[in-house]
């Protein structure tokens, strides 16, 4: 069966043939839309199925417009649990009464980075060599960076992305580069579309340099890459987690954390899901590994929001 008839085959799956209890309320997720939006509610539509039957509770995807929605939406209550960047899982915890349960993420995502790319004209041009060893870098290769972008174009990705502004802006300070004045006219920010669309900016000239999420790039068409090849890495950092509202239930919020952690790419309904996250495996998280964040945010401004 193709992927998609899948998916539509689970999305319509009567909740009570999952075990789903007549009458129980739906439990209500999102996420940030940090990529295609059709791509992104193909692959929640298994997600959704999954969780309905793993909970026994009926579970409904939400469609966000963009990631203060996504923080808005979990802090007021209209959904009960959403997968969040790490700017936007401090921005719920602080905003949401009573806080968030943390609840699970990828492996990769306590050891994440971003990639600074270019394009492949103007790294030509500024004898910018496209690197092949990916490991996070350091802020010395960030700084030596500098005199080569001093007065081009440059994106960030959305304003309220980790990997696409918030850390790589905080990297920029630490390395002496200010945004705002070294890119001609200040940096761009990508309004929709996700890191893919700051990926094809930069391929298609429409910006000189730009900087969005490793895993968008590693996952590109090696025609994208080619155009955009990566010239620097930004050192890790802690990224995204699935976190849910205060008011859920503890053994509900157990509940949902086991049925993450249980998932088996092995088997191909569950495979379905972890490929909507674009995961391997998912592992139990300790809050205190977003203290980083935490403290780059309070940097940046006191209320948490990135310039």
């Not at 439990?27 to 839309?33: A, E, N, T, V």
């Not at 972890?274 to 592992?283: I, M, P, Y």
Request: hydrophobic residues 45%; charged residues 20%.
């Amino acid at each position: 069966m193709r992927r998609r008839d899948l998916l539509a085959a689970l999305a319509s799956t009567p909740l009570w043939s999952l075990g789903c209890p007549a009458g129980t309320p739906p439990l209500r997720f999102s996420g940030i839309p940090d990529a295609d939006k059709r791509a992104l509610k193909e692959g929640y539509q298994a997600v959704a199925a999954y969780l309905s039957a793993a909970l026994k509770t009926p579970v409904e995807y939400v469609h966000v417009p963009d990631y203060t929605a996504a923080v808005t939406s979990l802090a007021s209550g209209s959904i009960d649990f959403a997968w969040l960047g790490g700017v936007t899982t401090v921005q719920a915890e602080a905003r949401t009464p009573g806080g968030v349960h943390f609840i699970a993420a990828r492996e990769r995502d306590l050891h994440f980075k971003s990639y600074l790319v270019a394009n492949r004209h103007a790294a030509e041009e500024a004898g910018l060599a496209p690197i092949s060893d990916r490991a996070p870098g350091t802020i010395d290769a960030l700084r030596a960076l500098a005199p080569a972008m001093k007065g081009k174009r440059f994106s960030f990705g959305a304003k309220n992305s980790t990997s696409g502004h918030v850390m790589p802006r905080s990297f920029f300070g630490q390395a002496g580069i200010d945004p705002e004045a070294t890119f001609e006219g200040g940096p761009t920010y990508q309004l929709k579309g996700g890191h893919a669309a700051t990926l094809r900016a930069v391929a298609a000239r429409v910006v000189d340099f730009g900087v969005l999420n490793f895993a968008t790039w590693e996952d590109a068409d090696i025609t994208l890459k080619k155009e955009a090849p990566v010239v620097a890495v930004t050192p890790e950092y802690v990224d995204y987690c699935l976190v849910a509202h205060a008011r859920m239930p503890q053994a509900q919020a157990e509940a949902l954390r086991t049925a993450l952690t249980a998932l088996d790419g092995a088997d191909e309904t569950q495979a379905k899901v972890l490929s909507a996250f674009s995961a391997k495996r998912f592992v139990e998280v300790d809050p205190t590994a977003w203290d980083g964040i935490r403290s780059v945010l309070e940097a940046l401004n006191p209320e948490g929001t990135p310039p």
